[in-house]
């Protein structure tokens, strides 16, 4: 991981600068930022925008971090790229990120798209992707995550957040505290850009919530866009939705009737690993890859929303430079099992990952009620052994008290208890 924008500058320079070869926009936040990201760049494509969208992490493949017009690049694309790339490793120092997202610029520079939706990968002020003169910027959420890095209050996470802002260009903010917007409302008078919030951009209310969506009612001054199917679960999806619909009227402009196909373009946005949801053998199984306080809590309290405790069943893993806080308070609510297992780490990774006994007696045990819940500590056997395909085993067998198994915590949690499912049957 590399801090400042010096060598990400740099590399620009060197490969002739293909950010500015089209618009682009900033997606910030602590949670729901990809859910942004996702449903405006589906949206400013249906109004004809070649669009492509950059997204961190994958689950599956490294390929859908960069997308044009929803489809992922392919590795073909990224290798061509990187060719021009690997050659000044050796006078610019780059990170693993710095290169990808000069590949995405190459490639979207390449494929002559005509506006970029930039997901920041971590904060805002010093991201690899803050080397673009965004049009406009989006800040979806604050909460507390990498306070090693952006800072131990929400404050301080905040301010860093606000880096992606630009002098003249529109901000636009999802909730916020009042001590919260009290801070973005200084920043956008002392340096001069419109800050817009829910009561500059409309309104979205839940219809109908859905374990797999919602219909979410969507109005704006400018249109009112009915019912809407979202295709991701939670509340907070209204807002993204909000946000999204917002920023895409001021970078596409609007009609009488508001932006062409916005309603179709949202229900069929997708991105992999965000609450999605897999019929397999009669039960339902989740990939979601909430990770933070923030995200597990939502992620538990719309399982515990539409789902009996009993039947429910959660594995989970998690590095240890993650921080929980309250969060196993809210599994513990909404889960009746619970299978605690080493996510694994890739090859040459410096991560350390929780122990499953760790994770019970460090988070779980102290929010456990008496004889209330089952937990398994399912553990590695040898390096021959593959967990995974255990558990789903277990999971699958007629005699399994699950109907719904959701798999989140660490991102690769979720890539390989994905990949198991998609490999295997039941």
Request: proline residues 6%.
């Amino acid at each position: 991981m590399t801090l400042g924008l010096g060598n990400i500058r740099a590399l620009m320079d060197r490969l002739g600068h293909p950010e500015r070869a089209f618009r682009s926009v900033l997606v910030a936040g602590t949670n729901g930022k990809g859910s942004v990201t996702t449903l405006l760049a589906s949206v400013l494509s249906a109004q004809g925008l070649r669009t492509g969208r950059y997204t961190s992490p994958h689950v599956f493949s490294v390929a859908e971090r960069i997308c044009v017009d929803g489809a992922p690049v392919t590795i073909a694309e990224m290798e061509h790229a990187a060719r021009r790339i690997v050659p000044l490793r050796d006078e610019i120092p780059y990170s693993y990120f710095e290169a990808l997202t000069a590949i995405a610029f190459l490639i979207y520079a390449e494929r002559g798209i005509d506006i970029a939706v930039l997901e920041v990968g971590l904060g805002g002020r010093f991201d690899a992707t803050n080397v673009v003169d965004p049009e406009l910027s989006i800040i979806t959420s604050i909460s507390l995550d990498h306070r090693r890095i952006l800072g131990d209050t929400v404050e301080e996470i905040l301010r860093e957040k606000l880096g992606v802002s630009r002098p003249g260009r529109p901000l636009l903010v999802g909730p916020l505290t009042p001590a919260l917007s009290a801070i973005a409302g200084a920043r956008a008078a002392s340096e001069g850009f419109p800050l817009l919030g829910a009561a500059e951009l409309g309104a979205a209310t839940i219809a109908e919530p859905l374990f797999d969506g919602a219909w979410v009612d969507i109005r704006t001054p400018a249109a009112d866009y009915g019912r809407v199917r979202l295709p991701f679960g939670g509340d907070h999806q209204a807002g993204n939705a909000l946000l999204a619909i917002g920023a895409a009227e001021r970078l596409a402009g609007t009609g009488p009737g508001g932006l062409v196909g916005a309603g179709a373009a949202l229900s069929a946005a997708h991105i992999p690993g965000r609450f999605e949801c897999f019929e397999r053998g009669g039960r339902t199984f989740v990939i979601d890859v909430a990770h933070n306080e923030a995200s597990i809590a939502a992620t538990a309290d719309h399982v515990a929303a539409f789902r009996p405790r009993e039947e429910c069943a959660l594995v989970f893993g998690l590095l240890r430079r993650k921080e929980l806080f309250a969060a196993p308070g809210h599994l513990v609510r909404a889960f009746g099992w619970h299978c605690l297992i080493d996510p694994g780490l890739e090859p040459g990774s410096s991560d350390v990952a929780h122990a499953p006994h760790e994770l019970l007696a460090n988070y779980f045990a102290p929010h456990l009620p008496n004889g209330a819940s089952n937990v398994i500590l399912w553990n590695r056997v040898d390096q021959a052994d593959d967990p995974l395909i255990r558990l789903l085993r277990w999971l699958d067998h007629e005699r399994s008290p699950a109907t719904t198994v959701v798999a989140m915590g660490s991102h690769r949690v979720v890539e390989e208890f994905g990949k198991r499912m998609m490999m295997t049957q039941p």
